[in-house]
């Protein structure tokens, strides 16, 4: 239902462009349920989802295996809090599918010449 992410505070660190800035999570999608509910979130796809699906490619390491964008979003390092919470997109919750493996892909950080990743947590329902 939700990724977070977590980051020291700007404040208690001088070195702030190597924090996490634009974020894309996906979600790997397998067995036959999740096959056709994918197929039919794909198609009629609109809004923030259809864009995430035309600018995007699969993460590499998909080997044809079909993902789903998940969410899209900018981690803000000057934000009072460094604990941030991002809510899956409501299409993609709506379908009721799970997900075993998911990759959070960086695609931008606040400048730096690398990437630190302090911690992630997906979280949502146990399916029933």
Request: proline share 5%; net charge negative.
């Amino acid at each position: 239902t939700h990724v977070m992410v977590d980051h020291i505070l700007a404040g208690l660190i001088n070195i702030t462009d190597i924090a996490p800035c634009k974020l894309l999570l996906w979600g790997m999608v397998d067995r036959e349920d999740n096959l056709a509910k994918y197929h039919s979130l794909h198609n009629s796809a609109m809004g923030t989802l259809r864009e995430l699906l035309t600018a995007h490619r699969a993460p590499a390491l998909s080997h044809g295996m079909p993902f789903l964008p998940l969410v899209s979003f900018d981690y803000n390092i000057h934000a009072t809090n460094h604990t941030q919470v991002f809510p899956i997109l409501d299409p993609v919750t709506a379908t009721g599918m799970d997900f075993g493996m998911v990759v959070l892909e960086i695609l931008d950080n606040w400048g730096g010449k690398m990437t630190c990743l302090y911690r992630v947590g997906i979280y949502g329902e146990r399916r029933t």
